[in-house]
T-cell receptor, first 111, second 114 residues
């Protein structure tokens, strides 16, 4: 069946370093991918998205890379800040706009 | 523009009690969704409504019912709560008309069933 998973459940980085969060997906027909950030006690917040006709997309301090050959998605956060500490979820679109979420990676930023 | 709002924020029920979780969005979105999130896990889709007047089952619909009251509101009902339904419930909405496919989430309802 369709699934979205993550390689690392917890990532600890030093403040100011770059962070890379990885995600694997299994449905090669998925054409839209999203990264969400979820802070403690809050709902998921949209960070960045990418369509399957792109390999890379950049936002403010964040970059998403898509490798369709190996069905891999990554989120890069530049100059990681304490406010970036959260759980990050990748998601892929299913049918009828249904999203399939991974289990999440917790990012911890050390001061 | 409040986005997606949910009520209540917290709720404690006894096994067998019923309740309705409310969700509203003011973004004129066509599609709305209910998810549950268990500790250390991602979100699982309970029910969704692709447009006003339609509802469909998601991944984990058992024990729940939904009502798309109008374009703005989508409620989730637990008829007879069970401890296995202890979770955080998130409502989301989506334009459903193309463009960005991003879903926007509410702040969540934390439900405990004793």
């Amino acid at each position: 069946g369709e699934s979205v998973g993550l390689h690392l459940p917890t990532l600890s980085v030093q403040e100011g370093d770059n962070s890379i969060i990885n995600c694997a997906y299994s449905n090669s027909a998925s054409d839209y991918f999203i990264w969400y950030k979820q802070e403690s006690g809050k709902g998921p917040q949209f960070i960045i998205d990418i369509r399957s006709n792109m390999d890379k997309r950049q936002g403010q301090r964040v970059t998403v890379l898509l490798n369709k050959t190996v069905k891999h998605l990554s989120l890069q956060i530049a100059a990681t800040q304490p406010g970036d500490s959260a759980v990050y979820f990748c998601a892929e679109n299913g049918s009828s706009y249904k999203l399939i979420f991974g289990s999440g990676t917790r990012l911890l930023v050390r001061p | 523009n409040a986005g997606v709002t949910q009520t209540p924020k917290f709720q404690v029920l006894k096994t067998g009690q019923s309740m309705t979780l409310q969700c509203a969005q003011d973004m004129n979105h066509n599609s709305m969704y209910w998810y549950r999130q268990d500790p250390g896990m991602g979100l699982r889709l309970i029910y969704y409504s692709a447009s006003e007047g339609t509802t469909d089952k998601g991944e984990v619909p058992n024990g729940y019912n939904v009502s798309r009251l109008n374009k703005r509101e989508f409620s989730l009902r637990l008829e007879s709560a069970a401890p296995s339904q202890t979770s955080v419930y998130f409502c989301a909405s989506h334009t459903g008309t193309g463009g960005t496919d991003t879903q926007y989430f509410g702040p969540g309802t934390r439900l405990t069933v004793l």
